[in-house]
Nanobody, 115 residues
Framework: QVQLVESGGGLVQAGGSVRLACAAS??????MGWFRQAPGKEREFVGGISWSGGIAYADSVKGRFTISRISAKVYLQMNGLKAEDTAVYYCAAGDGRSTGPFAYWGQGTQVTVSS
């Protein structure tokens, strides 16, 4: 059974940092990534990474967020957080490229940035 389990969310002040982690089990994936969904908004791509070394970021997080991967775990280091980064962050995995498609999803972890 495939499982993606996120950890590391919480409450942080604007300008602060948070590191999210996601552990995959049940099988291996070529690509893993992160999405987020803010209240009242659609889920959006944040970043993704593939085993071939491809990395992609949304324009809104470039220069502030860093995605990395070690074995079956993917991490999202978020620096310089802004209030608009407040969202539920979802881990995703698939067999495509760093930009998807992603067929498997975690349950999500809340990140709240206070201004």
């Amino acid at each position: 059974q495939v499982q993606l389990v996120e950890s590391g969310g919480g409450l942080v002040q604007a300008g602060g940092s948070v590191r999210l982690a996601c552990a995959a089990s049940g099988r291996t994936f070529n690509a893993m990534g992160w999405f987020r969904q803010a209240p009242g908004k659609e889920r959006e791509f944040v970043g993704g990474i593939s085993w071939s070394g491809g990395i992609a970021y949304a324009d809104s997080v470039k220069g502030r967020f860093t995605i990395s991967r070690i074995s079956a775990k993917v991490y999202l280091q978020m620096n310089g957080l802004k209030a608009e980064d407040t969202a539920v962050y979802y881990c995703a995995a698939g067999d495509g490229r760093s930009t998807g498609p992603f067929a498997y999803w975690g349950q999500g972890t809340q990140v709240t940035v206070s201004s």
